[in-house]
């Protein structure tokens, strides 16, 4: 068993993995790279395979970062199936076109100012457009069920829930030459939405992401009384309240808890935009698919309640309106995309408003270091946004427990019913993987750190220490970064 890692190696973002199983060639999602300047810069990177000798795709959930590149296979020739779940599929739509509308009018939008400046050349194209987005959907294949066992290009493939996000599975994949697991993305075992993942079964190989692998979050209890403070505070600050949220899984769970806590009085009852349409078209597939939702939630859809929707919500379906807002006076809670605000409606508030002492900044989702709130996370007093430097004087607060990735423990727990396999860690930034090395030699088990684009034999010896030659950390020891929610 061999692989290949063309995202989620040694970085937190664009998960591709090219797996060599029985002799047979499938890719395991296909992610776009999110963050900086340099991050974007590896989406216009070429596939260093044969893109049409791929014997299958398989999707494990349908995350930007997961699905994001899928057109561009499609462009570069890919015709086969992409497997993947019913919730996968449906939600695949909806990011997907999402991410060509934004870049199309991006490029518009750049293309026009560059004109005005002589440098039109120097404008970029759009990764891909709305036409390659439906002819990658035109290939999905939602014939992947949780606990039943498909055949893919020769290789049995039984997903099962991963309790991340809806429809999220990991992937158990078994041929001649042994029994491998691929995590994909797993759920925080104290979710506010999502059910916990299955135990998986033994295996000789784990591959598995390790986004928050050297910290545990905080108790869900707790997590919920931060939230209500924090927003307590912000309303007697008297001024905007933004939450930059991921319009999958984050939206629904803040929606799902500020209806909660006004019902029960535990907030005012403020008014609430929700200035996503991303959000608000996946929240319809929450209707369709909630069986696989904890018990509240799932029986209030069977009910024909909608546990989405506080009193005081408002959908905000245009740029004109949620531009709008800022005229908007008194508190309000403003929920806007994207998670780590390095692009949509979410930056158009935070000029306007993060300068404000009176503003409340509520982080809940990761933040990639690199990123716009990566930056604001570790304290930068000044912060560029949309050409303009911007102080920021809001009051901010991280709010990790609401997080959809496993922690520590949770990732622990999933090792603990698989045996003794060579563990493989992905889609995590390289100081925090080499840190949950030693935590996985106590329990018995070797784990390496996945190179990029470097094959690595799964059932191998793997490196000493764990880390490939070449990786140098950039931190000093025992330091950890605060946490930031996804």
Known sequence: MHMKSFGA??????????????????????????????MDARNRES?????????????????LDHVGRLPLLVRGGYQGPIHCTAPTAALAETVLLDSARLQEDGYR??????????READVLPPLYEEADVHRTLALLRPDLDFGQTTTVAGVEVTPQRAGHILGSAYLLLKSSDGRLIMSGDLG????????????????????????YANRTHRAWDETLLEFRDALRAAVRANGKILIPTF?????????????H??????VPRIPVFLDSPMATRATNEYFEFGDELIPPVRDALRA???????STLHVVPTSAESQRLNRYDGPAIIMAGNGMMTGGRIQHHLKHHLWKPSTTLIIVSYQSPSSLGGRIVTGADHVRIMGEDIAVQAHVHTIGGFSAHADQDDLLAFLGTTGKPHVWLVHGEPE??????????QQGLKGDLVPNRQEVDLLGSGYPQGRPPGVVLDVTPGTVRPEAGE
Do not use: W
């Not at 060599?20 to 060639?25: P, S």
């Not at 925080?188 to 986004?211: C, H, K, W, Y």
């Open 47 to 63: 596939f260093d395979f044969d893109v049409r000798g791929l014997d299958g795709v398989i999707l494990t959930h349908a995350h």
């Open 188 to 211: 925080n075992r104290e979710s506010g939405l999502q059910m916990d993942f299955t135990p998986p079964p033994e295996a000789d190989a784990v591959v598995i992401e390790t986004t």
């Open 432 to 441: 925090v993987m080499d840190a949950f090395v030693p935590v996985l030699d």
């Open 261 to 266: 806590l006004m019902d029960a009085g535990e």
């Open 109 to 118: 939008t750049d293309l026009r100012h560059a004109r005005r400046q002589g």
């Open 9 to 38: 190696a040694l970085t937190v973002t664009g998960s591709m993995h090219l797996l060599t199983l029985g002799g047979r060639q499938v890719l395991v999602d296909c992610g776009l790279f999110q963050g900086n300047d340099d």
């Open 304 to 310: 024909g309640e909608d546990p989405f929707r506080p």
């Open 247 to 259: 319009a999958i899984e984050r939206a629904q769970v803040i929606l799902y808890t500020l209806k």
